[in-house]
């Protein structure tokens, strides 16, 4: 509802939380709500920015990953909105439509279940041999079981050869969007050669040593993936746009297009129902925010696994 008072206004009450329980009570519970013993910080705050919430945020992730995994899994970031003056992991990510706020990076299944995350606290000082997103996709792939075949989506701020590397010596499979400037002695044709070959046309390498392709497939513009499970073959047609025309056209798509475009938004899916339904709760403590995210995505969680079952 629009506002803590509606649940128990005479125009909008709500009988399933005003007959459970008084405003003035929620009002003193939310007032008083802690997760640590304030007086027991010492120099927590210096290394752990999220220290005064980790015990609710590891009962919270605990029961995630609790959730049987699917096949296909997910890695991506959502922007969680917020404004406040003191906050130390909030960020400011231009471009974005709330640009102020903080990062939850998510694992999740094709179907939008979430089941692993972390919380990105910038400027701690931690140092990671595949980069400060890489460091991260390790620890959410490492609660996946290992040897059992599971596919990892991910996009080009975390992807890298390196990356596929490590996925591959738990054999768990790897497919990720590549920027150009990961491409280390990989030479593919540039966009304006793709173009001229027209829509639809792709190059691909083949590792010798490791079983992987990189993949360069042009649409309007060229696109860049990596794959240690899936190539070119078998290719089919996808329904395009053609602005000179005026119609939609059939283009060549290959394989590993049609996999990015199946299983790579489990986490905006997810992302899009939780901001479907914001909370608006107000307060000066930062670290509420994070319950009350955390509560939103549980409760979509649950309804998708309802809705899966």
């Given at each position: 509802m629009?506002?803590?008072?509606?649940?128990?206004?005479?125009?909008?009450?709500?009988p399933?939380?005003?007959?459970?329980?008084?405003?003035?009570?929620?009002?003193?519970?939310?007032a008083?709500?802690?997760?640590?013993?304030?007086?027991?910080?010492?120099?927590?705050?210096?290394?752990?920015?999220?220290?005064?919430?980790?015990?609710?945020l590891?009962?919270?992730?605990?029961?995630?990953?609790?959730?049987?995994?699917?096949?296909?899994?997910?890695?991506?970031?959502?922007?969680?909105?917020f404004?406040?003056?003191?906050?130390?992991?909030?960020?400011?990510?231009?471009?974005?439509?709330?640009?102020?706020?903080?990062?939850?990076?998510?694992?999740?299944?094709?179907?939008?279940?979430?089941?692993?995350?972390?919380?990105?606290?910038?400027?701690?000082?931690?140092?990671?041999?595949?980069?400060?997103?890489?460091?991260?996709?390790i620890?959410?792939?490492?609660?996946?079981?290992?040897?059992?075949n599971?596919?990892?989506?991910?996009?080009?701020?975390?992807?890298?050869?390196?990356?596929?590397?490590?996925l591959?010596?738990?054999?768990?499979?790897?497919?990720?969007?590549?920027?150009?400037?990961?491409?280390?002695?990989?030479?593919?044709?540039?966009?304006?050669?793709?173009?001229?070959?027209?829509?639809?046309?792709?190059?691909?390498?083949?590792?010798?040593?490791?079983?992987?392709?990189?993949?360069?497939?042009y649409?309007?513009?060229?696109?860049?993936?990596?794959?240690?499970?899936?190539?070119?073959?078998?290719?089919?047609?996808?329904?395009?746009?053609?602005?000179?025309?005026?119609?939609?056209?059939?283009?060549?798509?290959?394989?590993?297009?049609?996999?990015?475009?199946t299983?790579?938004?489990?986490v905006?899916?997810?992302?899009?129902?939780?901001?479907?339904?914001?909370?608006?709760?107000r307060?000066r403590?930062?670290?509420?925010?994070?319950?009350?995210?955390?509560?939103?995505?549980?409760?979509v969680?649950?309804?998708?696994?309802?809705?899966?079952?």
């Amino acid at each position: 509802m629009p506002g803590n008072r509606s649940y128990w206004e005479d125009d909008t009450r709500c009988p399933m939380v005003a007959d459970d329980m008084s405003r003035n009570r929620f009002q003193t519970l939310l007032a008083s709500l802690q997760f640590m013993d304030n007086t027991d910080s010492s120099n927590k705050h210096i290394q752990d920015k999220c220290w005064k919430s980790h015990p609710w945020l590891d009962m919270f992730c605990k029961q995630c990953l609790e959730i049987t995994p699917e096949k296909h899994n997910s890695i991506d970031e959502q922007i969680v909105s917020f404004r406040g003056t003191y906050c130390p992991i909030r960020r400011h990510v231009k471009g974005k439509p709330h640009p102020w706020g903080w990062k939850i990076w998510g694992r999740c299944f094709s179907s939008g279940i979430l089941c692993d995350f972390i919380i990105y606290e910038s400027g701690t000082g931690k140092k990671y041999l595949l980069g400060m997103g890489g460091g991260d996709v390790i620890k959410l792939y490492e609660t996946l079981p290992s040897n059992q075949n599971y596919k990892v989506f991910v996009d080009n701020f975390f992807s890298s050869v390196q990356m596929e590397h490590k996925l591959l010596q738990r054999h768990i499979y790897f497919f990720g969007t590549l920027r150009s400037n990961h491409l280390t002695g990989c030479q593919l044709e540039d966009e304006k050669s793709l173009a001229q070959k027209g829509r639809g046309f792709c190059d691909a390498r083949v590792e010798k040593e490791e079983p992987f392709v990189i993949v360069k497939w042009y649409d309007n513009k060229s696109v860049t993936l990596i794959s240690s499970y899936c190539a070119t073959e078998p290719q089919d047609k996808a329904q395009r746009w053609s602005k000179s025309g005026k119609a939609s056209v059939e283009v060549d798509r290959p394989h590993i297009m049609k996999e990015s475009n199946t299983f790579m938004g489990g986490v905006d899916l997810h992302y899009t129902c939780v901001t479907k339904y914001k909370y608006h709760i107000r307060s000066r403590r930062w670290y509420l925010y994070l319950l009350w995210q955390t509560l939103m995505l549980g409760l979509v969680t649950a309804w998708l696994i309802y809705h899966r079952d």
